[in-house]
C-alpha cells in the first residue's frame, strides 16, 4: 500500500508540472537493442500507470512500428507541410501507447521558414498535456540528424551491449554529447549482457574511460539480460514485455522503468515542452 501510495503522489506531482519528460534513447553504433528498448520501455510506463509517447526519428532504420505491430499511415513531414495535424498522425499502439512517426520530417524541419516553423510548434504545443512520458527512439552514431535530436533533450538514455566495440562507440557519443551539452542527464543501459556482473563490468569500464578522458561519468540505469524470448518475440511482431511479461529481457525493462519514473533528480532539469524542444531541434538542423 506504501508503494502504491508513493507512486500515486508522484503521478500528481508530474502532472502538475504540465510539460512531458521527453527523454531521448540513442546508441553509439546499430544493432544494440536500442529500439527493442524504447519500445518496451515505453511500455513498461504505461503499465506504471503513466501516458507515454513513442516518437521515432530512425530515419536510417525507423521500425518501432514494426516491432509494435502498427503501421502509421502518417508521419511528422505531413504535419511540417500543412497536410495533417499532429493528431492525426498518432497511432494507438498496444495497452494505449501512442506512436508518432518521424519519417522525412527531420530534413523538412531543417528547411522550413520562421513562421510555419512557428505554427508546427504551437500545434504539437498542445501535447504537453496529454503525456507524462515522450520517449524519442533516435538514430545510432553521431550523425547531425540524430545528434539533433539527443542534443535539444535534457535526458539521454544510451544503449550499449558488453561487447567492447560497442562500449568504444558508447564513449564516443557519450563524450560528443557533454562536449556540446555539458548540462546532459546521460544514462546507461547495458543490453545483452549474460549476466548482471559482465553488465556492471562494462559499465564501470565505461565510466572509468569517461572519467579519465571527460571528466565525466553517466547514471548506470541497469541492465537487460541476453533472452532468446526476444527475437522470437519480434519475428511476431509483439513487444517482449507483451508477448512475453514473465521473460529475463521484460523483468529488467520493468526494473529500469521503475528507476527512471523514481528519479526525481531528472524532474528538477530544465524541460519546457515541445515547442522549446523542436525549436532547439530546428536550430541543431540549421548549425
Known sequence: MRDQAEALRKMVRKQEIST?????????KGGVGKTNLSVNLSLALVQMGYRVALLDVDLGLANADIVLGVSPEYNLSH???????????IVEGPLGLKVLAGGSG?????????????AFANSIEQLNRDFDFVILDTGGGIHRNVLSFVLATTEVIVVTTPEPTAITD????????YQKNPHSQINLVVNMAHSPGEAEEA?????????????????????????QHVSKAVADQLPVIIAHPSSMTSRSIQRIARFLAGDETSSSTPNNGFKKFFNRVYDLLRI
Request: avoid cysteine.
Open 79 to 89: 504535419v511540417l507541410r500543412g497536410e495533417k495535424t499532429i493528431n492525426d498522425i
Open 106 to 118: 527531420v530534413y523538412d524541419m531543417a528547411n522550413l521558414n520562421g513562421w510555419r516553423l512557428e
Open 170 to 177: 558508447a564513449y564516443g557519443i557519450i563524450k560528443v554529447i
Open 20 to 28: 512531458p519528460r521527453i527523454i531521448a534513447i540513442t546508441s553509439g
Open 203 to 227: 559499465a564501470n569500464k565505461l565510466n572509468s574511460v569517461l572519467q579519465q578522458f571527460v571528466n565525466k561519468q553517466v547514471t548506470y540505469l541497469g541492465y537487460v539480460l541476453f533472452d
